[in-house]
């Protein structure tokens, strides 16, 4: 069955920063630019994906409004290189990667890594282990 979510999206304050940051972070994960608004330009909006957007940033909705999001990995070296490169491009760590405690409410072999986008949005990269 196919992803219940088409896509969703976050306003932000600056969009040439967090383009940026956005290009280097999900650019780990296999994710790079599939639209821009306006096209060639992105000053407006730019969608992430990898055939059509599934994630996209904009400066139609408000920013700051600490939302969450999580990318799906396909290893550990995926989660550790975004990361990695969202703390490169401005970002802020917010969990190291690792394995997250199912003690704490995390399924056994959750290994997960957090980082927060220039506008305090808390994204995430998890490779859910077998």
Do not use: C
């Not at 139609?60 to 550990?76: I, L, Y």
């Not at 070296?77 to 199912?102: C, E, I, S």
């Amino acid at each position: 069955m196919a992803s219940m979510i088409d896509h969703t999206g976050i306003g932000v304050a600056d969009m040439a920063r967090s383009a940026a940051f956005y290009d280097a972070a999900l650019g780990a994960l296999g994710l790079h630019r599939v639209m821009q608004l306006p096209e060639g330009e992105g000053s407006d909006g730019i969608g992430y994906g990898r055939a059509h957007p599934v994630f996209w940033i904009d400066r139609f909705h408000p920013p700051g409004v600490k939302q969450h999001t999580a990318f799906a990995a396909g290893s550990r070296a995926q989660v550790d290189a975004f990361h990695a490169a969202g703390l490169r491009a401005g970002g802020t760590d917010n969990g190291p990667p690792g394995l997250r405690d199912p003690a704490t409410g995390y399924p056994p072999g959750y290994y997960a890594a957090f980082v927060l986008d220039p506008d305090g949005n808390n994204m995430e990269a998890v490779f859910r282990e077998r």
